[in-house]
């Protein structure tokens, strides 16, 4: 016991002496890994100092990405590692993340972007303000498919594991396209107010956020509602699925709740923004991040 204690000390010092040496570079991201590292094996006097000086540092973007002329309002990432975003300049681009610039400009659409989603096998799909959804060809630059069928702004766009496409709208639906027709083949009816977020759970359950307070849990057998859930008290901007199948929403109530779905009650509701949530979403081993008005993940 007396040996492992000295061995895990004397590893601890040299990445301790490693994110010193990295500070010194001004290779800060390095430096504060290394320095957890080197606490987690043993706390010492050389990662704490790292540590205490780290947070004067301002760390440095991997990379900048410069191309859309307005604002931002969706990035979303392919399996294969393409990275597209969605602008109130109303173009689409898919980047090229060696050179930092435009690999493609999609232009298409006759207002804002709203939102942005890949498919599993890379079709991307995208949703406006001009009411319509566009699957892009990426081989022309081109749309593949206008969807018309919304008669409000289009927000929220997400594919399903098996390739089906959904999107929300400021119209109080949402709407699941046969993509052979390019006409809805479900109009989904329920919120009475409108829909700034929809999501595939893994085994195809379909969740959408409203700004009626809800979520809504909808039975495609059906073409309903199967569960509605209530439990915040304002706009629900929100919802995402964890691997898992929990289910989590953020709100404009300045919480995030995560749902028990045999109850249909809120589980957790997490405090600690101290304005609007816009965004949550899950990591594959069940993490759940949020991001705010306030400023703040």
Known sequence: IFSLIQLNISRAQQLGSRAQAAFAQQNYNVALLYAYQSNNIYKNDAADLVFSQIVYKN????RGLSGHTSYLASVAWSGDGQLASGSDDN???????????????????????ASVDWSLDGLLASGSYD????????????????????????VSVAWSVDGQLASGSYDNTVIIWDLISSQPAQVLEGHVSDVASVAWSVDGQLASGSADDTVIIWDLNLDQSARTLNGHTSDVASVSWSADEQLASGSDDNTVIVWDLSSGQPAQTLEG???SVTSVTWSVDGQLASGSYDGTV
């Open 131 to 154: 009411n319509t959804v566009i699957i892009w060809d990426l081989s022309s630059s081109q749309p593949a498919q206008t969807l018309e069928g919304h008669t409000a702004p289009v």
């Open 91 to 113: 173009t689409v681009i898919v980047w090229d993340l060696s050179s930092g610039q435009p690999a493609q400009i999609l232009e298409g659409h006759e207002d804002s972007v």
């Open 59 to 62: 760390f440095p973007k991997v």
């Open 273 to 275: 923004h101290e304005d």
